[in-house]
């Protein structure tokens, strides 16, 4: 009991004091205030562990308060603090904090995306959707095509003028595709071929528009390759198909697709490289459609038992994606190649 009466008697006089230092202390900040209030309370042995004291410095003069000082009991285990025999110590008062606590949980959020991520490299097929790359013969009989130029050179170039036999759209201003006839696309069983490869040279304008067995008069736009007499020419029809709107889905069973032809004519085919199905809108095939390749039957003969010749059977080559369905064919994209591809190889449902 004496201890206590001395600490508590210790700590009164140590108040006094300090508020007479406060008034020398009053310029700084009240951060600086209550920090160095803080450290003469430790140095002075005044405060302990878990002991609370506040400044005001709001009040005239400024005071300081203590548990201690309004008859509330220190922690039991400070140093120097004795215990009546006997007694427990009281409880220490829970600690009250201002800040709320938020739980936070993993959820799913939404987010609305601005694009459609294509399903397809854009920049491998951007050119085939704008421009026809295919001709059937139907189309062929009804295009317009060159009989010469006016400087009378074999190629014509960017401003030359040409001339025009069986232009079907005679309006004056009309854009026009001149195209060359490449290679034929033809399944195993079609006796003709199905469609042609319509090879891209420029474009044209038409300036003057004949009639009867007079020919019209355009001017060459544009010029990618050499334009010679005998190449056809086109309508450009106005729009271009987007490539972010590809849904790949699996179509209906199909029978007997091929691959008949590849766009780069070479003999064995890859990833990303594109071909021609001979399978187009009149059979149902549709921009988007999923379908896989199977290599050939390939023939083995049997020598043990009876002899003949046996098929194995087909093996799975890769798949490809639909982007440009015509009346009869349609163009595709290989977009896996675990064998190498050949004209030739079977195409059917996944």
Do not use: W
């Not at 009991?1 to 508020?19: A, E, Q, S």
């Amino acid at each position: 009991m004496i201890n206590n009466n001395y600490t508590h008697l210790k700590f009164k006089l140590f108040l006094k004091c300090l508020l007479m230092e406060f008034y020398f202390i009053m310029l700084t900040s009240s951060v600086h205030r209550v920090l160095i209030v803080s450290l003469i309370l430790v140095a002075n042995y005044l405060v302990y562990p878990q002991s609370i004291v506040v400044a005001q410095t709001t009040s005239e003069p400024p005071q300081t308060t203590s548990p201690a000082a309004e008859g509330k009991a220190e922690p039991a285990d400070k140093a120097g603090a004795t215990e009546t025999e006997g007694e427990n110590p009281p409880a220490k008062p829970p600690v009250e904090s201002d800040r709320a606590t938020i739980k936070l949980s993993p959820s799913v959020r939404i987010i609305q995306q601005s694009h459609v991520i294509p399903v397809i490299p854009a920049e491998l097929i951007q050119h085939f959707l704008n421009r026809p790359q295919i001709v059937t013969p139907e189309e062929i009989q009804n295009m317009g095509y060159i009989i010469g130029n006016a400087n009378r050179n074999i190629f014509s170039t960017t401003d030359s003028k040409i001339y025009v036999l069986g232009l079907d759209h005679t309006d004056t201003g009309r854009h026009y595709m001149i195209l060359m006839l490449g290679q034929p696309y033809q399944g195993p069983a079609d006796e003709e071929p199905l469609a042609y490869e319509a090879v891209y040279l420029g474009d044209a304008l038409l300036e003057k528009a004949g009639e009867n067995e007079v020919p019209s008069i355009l001017r060459i736009t544009n010029s990618q390759r050499e334009i010679e007499v005998g190449a056809r020419l086109l309508p450009i029809s106005e729009g271009q198909t987007a490539v972010a709107d590809f849904y790949p889905h699996v179509p209906e069973p199909i029978e007997d697709g091929y691959i008949v032809g590849s766009v780069d004519r070479g003999s064995l085919i890859g990833q990303y490289q594109i071909v021609v199905v001979n399978k187009g809108s009149n059979q149902g095939l549709e921009r988007g459609h999923l379908l896989s390749v199977y290599k050939g039957e390939n023939m083995v003969k049997d020598n043990i038992g009876e002899p003949q010749m046996i098929a194995l059977p087909d093996r799975f080559a890769g798949t490809l994606l639909v982007f440009k369905v015509f009346e009869e064919v349609s163009y595709a994209l290989i977009m896996k190649s675990v064998l190498p591809i050949s004209r030739l190889d079977k195409v059917a449902v996944p």
